[in-house]
Antibody, heavy 120, light 107 residues
């Protein structure tokens, strides 16, 4: 059974850093791309970042480019999102998702999410 | 960057109604379009990928169509469990933008 569990969220001041983790189990972690998606309070889903299944490519939303970094540790079956220089508008629930898609994004499994609150 | 517009932004419908949601991309995305259903307190669920392929386990009352810039999600006969917010997501290789969502609630 595929399972994704995020951790690492919390309350942080503007300009500080935070690293989110997403522990994957129940499937071959190295064989799938992964995405981070967030949802701010009262807002819709916002795509944040993607890591290709073979780590050959990673891309970011314009809103986080240059501040966030996606990576993974296959030995730990864990996906990461390093978030630097956090801003108030980064406050959101952050989800990791397994991407099974080839010609389109297909996030067929999601974690329950972790809350990130940026506040002074 | 590609922009996705969904319409309507919200709609009220009754059980058994046929519901159509559209997603328009600002540039050609070919068939790189996915539809998700999201209920409060739950994680999003993929309904349709590659614009028209029904995800395994999703009821056949859901269907998707379109290519290029114009796409539709159709629910042929709305059921109580279908009240949710629906999002489209595009894939053009370096962006995976979501649309703003369409909230479907009970009339």
């Amino acid at each position: 059974q595929v399972q994704l569990v995020e951790s690492g969220g919390g309350v942080v001041q503007p300009g500080k850093s935070l690293r989110l983790s997403c522990l994957a189990s129940g499937y071959s972690f190295r064989s799938y791309g992964m995405q981070w998606v967030r949802q701010a309070p009262g807002k819709g889903l916002e795509w944040v970042a993607v890591l290709w299944y073979d780590e050959s490519r990673s891309y970011y939303a314009d809103s986080v480019k240059g501040r966030f970094s996606i990576s993974r540790d296959i030995s730990k079956n864990t996906l990461y999102l390093q978030m630097n220089n956090l801003r108030l508008d980064d406050t959101a629930v952050y989800f990791c998702g397994r991407d099974s898609g080839v010609r389109s994004s297909r996030l067929d499994n999601w974690g329950p999410g972790t809350q990130v609150t940026v506040s002074s | 960057a590609i922009h996705l517009a969904q319409s309507p932004s919200s709609l009220s419908a009754s059980i058994g109604d046929r519901v159509v949601i559209t997603c328009r991309a600002s540039q050609d995305v070919n068939i790189g379009l996915t539809w998700y259903q999201h209920k409060p307190g739950k994680t999003p669920k993929v309904l349709i990928y590659d614009a028209s392929i029904l995800e395994s386990g999703v009821p056949s009352r859901f269907s998707g169509s379109g290519s290029g810039t114009d796409f539709t999600l159709t629910i042929s006969s709305l059921q109580p469990e279908d009240f949710a917010t629906y999002y489209c997501q595009e894939f053009t290789g370096d962006r995976f933008t979501f649309g703003p969502g369409t909230k479907v609630d009970f009339k």
